[in-house]
């Protein structure tokens, strides 16, 4: 399940029920300044969002970062692609994994560390409608169970 990281500024609550997740990876990303204060305000979205890899370089895309309130005429575009930034090797590993069908990769997060902003990609493939059906059952089994034994 999703678990909450410390200094998380945005994340993707609804890939957890779109997707399966089967592996997550720690990116960096290439950022301006007005988009690290807009997302310092707790403004973005993640929403509908996935990497693509063109020419061994990854590109978050159709990510959601409202301009700065405070910006003027050098704000940036909100839904700009933006550079993620990998090792060779994990570009490599991760283009194999998207290439086996139903695979694909989706920012989890975005949150801080140590100061600079960091992305949680996950490797996921897409649930089924029965699935997502089998995983709310399962939540609400689950929360009612926790209620009971509260009383």
Do not use: W
């Not at 945005?10 to 007005?34: K, P």
């Amino acid at each position: 399940m999703a678990r909450k990281i410390e200094g998380e500024l945005v994340s993707n609550r609804s890939a957890y029920h779109h997707y399966e997740v089967e592996d997550t990876l720690e990116a960096g990303i290439v950022l301006t300044g007005t988009e690290i204060k807009s997302l310092r305000e707790a403004h973005g979205s993640l929403q509908d969002n996935y990497v693509d890899i063109v020419d061994n370089e990854a590109f978050l895309k159709q990510a959601y970062i409202p301009p700065y309130s405070m910006g003027n005429v050098h704000n940036h575009e909100e839904r700009r692609d933006r550079k993620l930034l990998l090792h060779k090797g994990e570009i490599a590993k991760l283009k194999k994994m998207t290439q086996i069908k139903g695979y694909t990769l989706v920012a989890l997060s975005l949150y801080l560390k140590k100061g600079i902003v960091k992305v949680r990609l996950g490797v996921c493939i897409g649930k089924k409608l029965h699935d997502k059906r089998a995983a709310l059952k399962k939540k609400e089994a689950a929360r009612t169970i926790e209620r009971h034994l509260d009383r």
